[in-house]
């Protein structure tokens, strides 16, 4: 089997699915204009409902996805997910009401997962000396998605209309989903993910969380989204707090946006493969400090211009923290249950995006969006300890590619 070919593949797969996602995200508030909701304050809060919507069935099914991945193949969890999220997108392009959207982000979140199972083939796939590097080369594939995705529905949405880039993105979608059939190889073995496939859902998810190291795996990825997302989603407000006036504003917002995910993007892999090296712990912990340090500065910049270096520096420390983090839960997890255990991943990564925007909201009323700041560095501080003290000095349960 050659890894590099599944590497290659689901990587595009994680672009276009992360880019399919943030094309249509950014442009919710005018869709729902333009399914006559005109009140500004009731636009805000069906932009806010339809986003969190999504992560909050994703929260609940992922568990049952990954278990059904360990008994039938995580190769099916592709394929599903993808052509899943085909249909439902372009079903949203037929929206004739807020809560028809409401309704199919709830359902997408329910069938989606293309990311943890794709996660998991390659980490299954992959040779375990290159591990760090594979998962680095995921999470550029997610963050250039990511970064791409808002500019090309701009230019989308201008030149054919908001319904038609949900059936075009529905389109993408669904190559995906027959791309990654025909060309991504799993080593999945049925006899042998048998005997921890029989185990039930709730008896599963309970022998991971007992195994010391994942579970402090799960609560670094759930406080590391929870102070990303925070923050993120009020940077145009602090954008605009800054700059003054209107002109310009979209663009610097897009470039302070950007700017984080470019550098996490380039480096991602560079500290992949230096985890490789040095370790995946060691490589965790310093990106931590690093994050934590740099979220302290952005509650003190006067001018975008410092925005922009910091963020960039920022994003060089983010690209050593989720790689890393998957890197170790795969080392970690009995095997049989490497689906379960990165859906279970994703399912602490949605509870952070939904929590992250509610508490980042409600604390910027009271404290600011400096103040957010400062909080999402105590946050990460705690992690840095959190780390230290039950994570890096813990036994390893087992070590295996």
């Not at 052509?83 to 989606?112: D, K, P, Q």
């Not at 375990?128 to 529905?153: C, D, N, Y």
Request: glycine content about 10%; overall charge positive.
């Amino acid at each position: 089997m050659n890894w590099k070919i599944n590497l290659i593949v689901l990587t595009f797969g994680q672009f276009v699915v992360l880019a399919g996602m943030t094309m249509i995200l950014p442009f919710i508030p005018y869709y729902l204009q333009e399914l006559g909701i005109t009140d500004k304050d009731t636009v805000a809060v069906w932009q806010g409902v339809i986003f969190a919507s999504n992560f909050v069935t994703a929260f609940l099914f992922q568990p049952l996805w990954g278990k059904i991945a360990d008994k039938y193949g995580r190769k099916l969890m592709i394929w599903r997910s993808s052509f899943g999220m085909a249909i439902v997108i372009t079903l949203m392009g037929f929206a004739t009401s807020a809560w028809h959207l409401l309704f199919l982000r709830l359902l997408n979140g329910m069938i989606s997962g293309y990311m943890p199972a794709s996660t998991s083939i390659v980490s299954a796939t992959t040779p375990k000396e290159r591990i760090g590097f594979a998962m680095g080369i995921l999470q550029s594939g997610a963050v250039a998605g990511t970064i791409l995705g808002p500019l090309i529905g701009g230019v989308l949405q201008e030149w054919i209309g908001f319904k038609n880039v949900f059936y075009i993105t529905g389109s993408l979608l669904l190559f995906v989903s027959f791309f990654s059939v025909i060309f991504v190889r799993d080593n999945f073995n049925p006899k042998e993910a048998k005997k921890m496939s029989d185990i039930s859902l709730v008896k599963g998810l309970k022998k991971l969380i007992k195994i010391p190291q994942l579970r402090s795996l799960y609560a670094l990825t759930f406080f590391i989204q929870l102070s990303m997302i925070s923050t993120v989603l009020l940077m145009p407000l602090f954008v605009q707090e800054m700059h003054g006036n209107i002109e310009r504003l979209v663009l610097l917002a897009g470039l302070v946006g950007s700017v984080t995910g470019f550098s996490n993007m380039i480096f991602s892999p560079i500290l992949g493969r230096l985890g490789d090296k040095v370790g995946k712990r060691r490589i965790l912990f310093v990106s931590m400090i690093g994050a934590a340090l740099l979220m302290i500065p952005h509650a003190f910049v006067n001018n975008i211009q410092q925005l922009l270096i910091i963020r960039f520096i920022f994003g060089i420390f983010l690209g050593g923290l989720m790689p890393s983090v998957n890197a170790l839960i795969r080392q970690h997890t009995p095997n049989g249950m490497e689906s379960r255990a990165f859906s279970l991943n994703a399912s602490f990564m949605s509870l952070g995006n939904v929590i992250g925007p509610i508490a980042g909201g409600t604390l910027s009323i009271f404290i600011g969006i400096r103040g957010v700041f400062l909080m999402s560095a105590i946050i990460l501080s705690f992690n840095c300890i959190f780390l230290y003290r039950n994570f890096l000095h813990s036994k390893t349960v087992k070590s295996h590619s």
